[in-house]
């Protein structure tokens, strides 16, 4: 019998509870979003779908002829397929199914007629900041955010506040909470990066700093705005489980397969971030 060494079983044990944490947490949110295939278009008129990461797309071929759903584009040049899905012939009746596991907007037509072309837009998880109003001054002073998130502002004080952003005295109109009263709250979504310097508008000396970030680099898993092979080697310690990070992150760090991700963080990722980086794989 081969001996195994206690920090190898608490290294696997730790992996498989990291995994199953992922997986638990993408099943309580995930949500499966129908496009019917029929009148030779892909639900509306080939209108664009969006769903959230982890959510899954099932499309119902209604229409009385055959039809695929092949991931890729097609231009004046012909077909592109990029290998990421293809349902094959998908007779009347027939259904397929793809769970999308990466943010990024997924192309596809199909093969047998010219005027489908459509695509799934997929969006990373978001989050909601909490920024407490007490004692005449925003907590934290200091938030930094990504792009799609949203703030919340609760007034805990007795007087009534705003968030108004610009530099004290000078609003610039770029948001504002209005008036909130105590106990109530304000909560607005930013979606352009930049620093967004804010103030109370009726007590002048209460000031705070917003910032909002693009979303993180695919494959910066160490967050130095780059990506390296010190990348590589945090992505191997989190693949085995010695290494914890934001579970929010994963679909910036799922870079396998390329492009669309699996839901989960393994040695497959690591291979195809050191491929890559070697010059290896064009694209993550």
């Known amino acids: 019998m081969r001996n195994t060494r206690p920090t190898d079983r608490i290294a696997r044990l730790a992996r498989g509870l990291f995994i199953a944490a992922i997986t ?8 499966t979003v129908t496009v019917d295939i029929n009148n030779f278009a892909f639900g509306q008129a080939n209108a664009t779908v969006t769903v959230a990461v982890g959510d899954t797309v099932k499309w119902n071929n209604i229409d009385a002829d ?8 097609r231009d004046g040049a012909g077909s592109h397929p ?15 199914s793809v769970t999308f596991h990466t943010a990024g907007t997924f192309p596809y037509y199909c093969l047998y007629h010219g005027s489908m ?6 969006t990373a998880p978001a989050t909601t900041w909490a920024v407490n109003i007490q004692g005449f001054a925003f907590i934290p002073s200091d938030l930094t955010i990504v792009e799609g998130d ?11 506040h705003t968030a108004t952003s610009g530099v004290s005295p000078t609003a610039d109109g770029k948001f504002n909470t209005g008036n909130i009263v105590n106990g109530g709250s304000k909560t607005l979504t930013f979606d352009t990066a930049g620093i967004y310097p804010y103030f109370c508008f009726i007590h002048k000396g209460m000031k705070a700093n917003l910032t909002v970030t693009a979303p993180p680099m695919r494959g910066d898993v160490n967050g130095d705005g780059a990506v390296t092979m010190a990348d590589a080697a945090e992505l191997e310690r989190i693949a085995g489980g010695l290494s914890t990070y934001d579970v929010a992150k994963t679909t910036y760090y799922d870079v396998y397969p390329v492009g669309f991700g ?5 040695v497959r990722d690591v291979c195809h971030l050191v491929r890559f980086l070697g ?4 694209t993550l």
């Open 66 to 73: 055959a039809h695929t759903v092949t991931s890729g584009v």
């Open 150 to 160: 949203s703030v919340t502002w609760t007034n805990k004080d007795v007087a009534t």
């Open 82 to 96: 990029d290998g990421r899905f293809d349902s094959g012939n998908l007779d009347p009746g027939a259904s397929y």
């Open 24 to 31: 638990l947490s993408a099943a309580a949110s995930a949500a």
């Open 279 to 282: 010059g290896a794989d064009p």
């Open 262 to 266: 699996d839901g989960t963080l393994d």
């Open 117 to 122: 072309v459509s695509a799934i837009r997929v």
